[in-house]
């Protein structure tokens, strides 16, 4: 049964740095993985969407990769500003049907202070 | 930019009423989908939905749980008795039928069971 974990739960940094948010999956058969913001109260924004055949990609200040082999994905924020506190969620769609679910990482809370 | 929307935004109801939750995916997308998140949790699939049947379903969505697209345009998730413990975030998602297949989320309906 897949699992997906995100490390750290919390996070907080000041304005400016650059940020690294972690995904790991336990069933390396992924179809795709898609990370998402989520602010508070509110729905989810899809960030990035990386398929199994890809290493990476980029929209902006942001650029994730995957390395599917070792279960692993990777946010990259570059430059954070106050308006990125968020929690950020990854989720990984498996193989098996065209209609599969994605299944959610427990995300990261992410605090920029300006 | 096309949207996933869902009505209402918040629901408060007594424990054993029946709830409908109202979702518009996105116009030209074949594949629809209800996940939840109770407060504080990840982020759970519920079912799939695809050429006007159920193509998945998790061990949540038992018997008290039905989803319908009644007219093309809507898609509707029914609690039929709720429960406290119904109690969550409700998002739908849906998704076109070419690649890479990423799901675009609705903002949600709060649900609030007494």
């Known amino acids: 049964k897949q699992e997906v974990t995100q490390i750290p739960a919390a996070l907080s940094v000041p304005e400016g740095e650059n940020l690294v948010l972690n995904c790991s999956f336990t069933d390396s058969a992924i179809y795709n993985l898609q990370w998402f913001r989520q602010d508070p109260g509110k729905g989810l924004t899809s960030l990035l969407l990386?398929?199994?055949?890809?290493r990476e990609q980029t929209s902006g200040r942001l650029n994730a990769s995957l390395d599917k082999s070792s279960g692993r994905s990777t946010l990259y924020i570059a430059a954070s500003q106050p308006g990125d506190s968020a929690t950020y969620l990854c989720a990984v769609r498996g193989y098996g049907g065209a209609t599969n679910k994605l299944i959610f990482g427990t995300g990261t809370l992410l605090a920029v202070q300006p | 930019e096309p949207e996933v929307t869902q009505t209402p935004s918040h629901q408060v109801t007594q424990m054993g009423q029946e709830v409908i939750l109202r979702c518009v995916p996105i116009?030209?997308?074949?594949?629809f989908y209800w996940y939840r998140q109770i407060l504080g949790q990840k982020v759970e699939f519920l079912v799939s939905?695809?050429?006007?049947?159920?193509?998945?379903k998790s061990e949540i969505f038992d018997d008290q749980f039905s989803v319908e697209r009644p007219d093309g345009s809507n898609f509707t998730l029914k609690i039929r008795s709720t429960k406290l413990e119904d109690s969550a975030m409700y998002f739908c998602?849906?998704?076109?039928?070419?690649?890479?297949?990423?799901?675009?989320f609705g903002p949600g309906t709060r649900l609030t069971v007494t």
């Open positions: 116009s030209n997308h074949l594949y």
């Open positions: 998602a849906s998704r076109g039928g070419q690649g890479p297949y990423e799901q675009y």
């Open positions: 990386i398929q199994s055949s890809q």
């Open positions: 939905f695809y050429n006007n049947e159920i193509s998945e």
